[in-house]
């Protein structure tokens, strides 16, 4: 059984790809490229012409302010704090804590700028009219380029263990008949003990409907955004239009990724976050 659709990974990006992996990462100021992309990076031109889209979107600095807004603004559920000195014994020494926190940080960020923009450029998309151009604004990209995460953990390369529990963690976050396998639990199998740690609050948050409730809001905060955001989306110019079957598909999956997935990854890792020490 497949764990999930085809993508093209950080690792096999070549050519036109690779650039649009690091551009994004470079604007969105992050480690990583999140799954929703690396599978759009799959369709001929798909990626190319939605991030020139959206990425106008981020010079606004709207997408930014409404994730900060988001952040700050809800009850997270909450796990128990870590105890300082159990994480030498999950094998989570300083350098692997720095690591772990910047692999949840970086997430946290992706997944909430992403569900805005994701969200806006859908409805966009559904809503339908003819699309303005809207001259270009500079984004501004940090001088920095942030430092890449670790590599994301093949499925093949975890033991059977961690494998499976990856799997079971994974299975309620994914849409019925949609298997997937959300890349922060693919990252986080670098550190086994951990993951098995924090897996029975994740599956606590789950069946209580507490993670049912916040990430709800979440995505309400996020439908609420849309109408603003979309106004900055501009038709990509020189480009070549996908055609009307493959914007369908993606209209579909965009829609599915952000009525569940991300916004439900959104609150596991910020409480995740919440119980580990400030970097």
């Known amino acids: 059984m497949s764990d999930g659709p085809v993508e093209i990974p950080e690792s096999?990006?070549?050519?036109t790809v690779r650039e649009l992996y690091d551009d994004m990462k470079a604007?969105?100021?992050?480690?990583?490229?999140?799954?929703?992309y690396r599978r759009m990076a799959t369709?001929?031109?798909?990626?190319?012409?939605?991030?020139?889209?959206?990425?106008?979107?981020?010079?606004?600095?709207?997408?930014?302010?409404?994730?900060?807004?988001?952040?700050?603004?809800?009850?997270?559920?909450?796990?128990?704090?870590?105890?300082?000195?159990?994480?030498?014994?999950?094998?989570?020494?300083?350098?692997?804590?720095?690591?772990?926190?910047?692999?949840?940080?970086d997430y946290n960020r992706g997944n909430s700028l992403n569900l805005f923009l994701l969200t806006a450029?859908?409805?966009?998309?559904?809503?339908?009219?003819?699309?303005?151009?809207?001259?270009?604004?500079?984004?501004?990209?940090?001088?920095?380029?942030?430092?890449?995460?670790?590599p994301i953990v093949a499925m093949s390369d975890m033991s059977k263990e961690t494998a499976s529990l990856v799997r079971v963690l994974s299975a309620p976050i994914s849409l019925a008949n949609k298997p997937m396998i959300p890349s922060l639990f693919r990252h986080l199998a670098r550190w086994p003990g951990y993951l098995a740690l924090v897996s029975p609050h994740?599956?606590?948050?789950?069946?209580?409907?507490?993670?049912?409730?916040?990430s709800s809001i979440v995505r309400n905060r996020a439908i609420g955004f849309a109408p603003d955001l979309g106004k900055k989306i501009r038709v990509p110019v020189g480009l070549k239009t996908p055609g009307e079957a493959t914007q369908a598909y993606w209209l579909d999956q965009w829609q599915s990724y952000t009525s569940k997935p991300i916004p439900e990854m959104i609150v596991i890792g910020y409480a995740l976050r919440h119980a580990l020490p400030t970097a």
């Open 12 to 15: 096999e990006a070549t050519g």
């Open 121 to 150: 450029f859908a409805e966009r998309l559904k809503s339908g009219g003819s699309w303005e151009e809207v001259p270009d604004a500079t984004v501004d990209v940090p001088s920095a380029k942030p430092q890449d995460l670790p």
């Open 27 to 36: 604007t969105m100021n992050i480690g990583m490229i999140n799954l929703i």
């Open 43 to 105: 369709a001929d031109g798909l990626l190319e012409w939605v991030w020139d889209a959206v990425r106008p979107v981020l010079a606004s600095g709207d997408v930014e302010r409404a994730a900060l807004l988001l952040e700050s603004g809800l009850d997270w559920p909450s796990m128990p704090e870590i105890p300082a000195p159990a994480l030498p014994l999950l094998g989570l020494g300083s350098p692997e804590i720095d690591t772990l926190i910047r692999v949840l940080d």
């Open 202 to 214: 994740i599956i606590h948050m789950i069946g209580s409907g507490k993670l049912s409730t916040v």
